[in-house]
T-cell receptor
């Protein structure tokens, strides 16, 4: 069975600082990987996804993520955080053969001015 | 495209009352999902449909919960009778076919409060 671990429940950064949110997955084959963002009072919005090909994926809002098979990781990065990035971030893994991704517990990003 | 539409956005009810949550998926999407989100348990998949047929309802917590999808453009999640522990945000999501089947599009959610 597939699973996702987001080891950080909360992350606090200063505005303008760089950001990295961690995601580790468990799946036997090549996974489908996703990052979603949930702003307060909103539903989840897809930031980016990896299905195959280039392991560095660019997403919306200046985010990127890198798939590292050897580390079973798909960490999300942003070079300079804006106050509007404060939100909950969810990593998810799908198997391709299943249409049901498994979501992590989420990481809450707090941005200090 | 209007995205996934959910109604109501907020629902406050008293214990024992029936609650019905509604969802309109994105046109052309074959899959529809109902999730529940709480602080304690995070995001939980309750049930999902493929081509209007329920495929897996193993996440539905109790018989008090039921879901239907009478056509491709409408689904309901019903709780009867409701209990305070059902208080949560309920999300509906849909996904398409082919290459992007795994990508889910979420509605804004219904915040349910059971007093």
């Amino acid at each position: 069975a597939q699973s996702v671990t987001q080891p950080d429940i909360h992350i606090t950064v200063s505005e303008g600082a760089s950001l990295e949110l961690r995601c580790n997955y468990s799946y036997g084959a090549t996974p489908y990987l996703f990052w979603y963002v949930q702003s307060p009072g909103q539903g989840l919005q897809l930031l980016l996804k990896y299905f195959s090909g280039d392991t560095l994926v660019q997403g919306i809002k200046g985010f990127e993520a890198e798939f590292k098979r050897s580390q079973s990781s798909f960490n999300l990065r942003k070079p300079s955080v804006h106050w509007s990035d404060a939100a909950e971030y969810f990593c998810a893994v799908g198997s391709g053969g299943s249409y049901i991704p498994t979501f992590g517990r989420g990481t809450s990003l707090i941005v200090h001015p | 495209d209007a995205g996934v539409i959910q109604s109501p956005r907020h629902e406050v009810t008293e214990m024992g009352q029936e609650v019905t949550l509604r969802c309109k998926p994105i046109s052309g999407h074959d899959y529809l999902f109902w999730y529940r989100q709480t602080m304690m348990r995070g995001l939980e998949l309750l049930i999902y449909f493929n081509n209007n047929v329920p495929i897996d309802d193993s996440g539905m917590p109790e018989d008090r919960f039921s879901a239907k999808m009478p056509n491709a453009s409408f689904s309901t999640l019903k709780i009867q009778p409701s209990e305070p522990r059902d208080s949560a945000v309920y999300f509906c999501a849909s996904s398409g076919t082919g290459y992007n089947t795994d990508t889910q599009y979420f509605g804004p959610g219904t915040r349910l409060t059971v007093l």
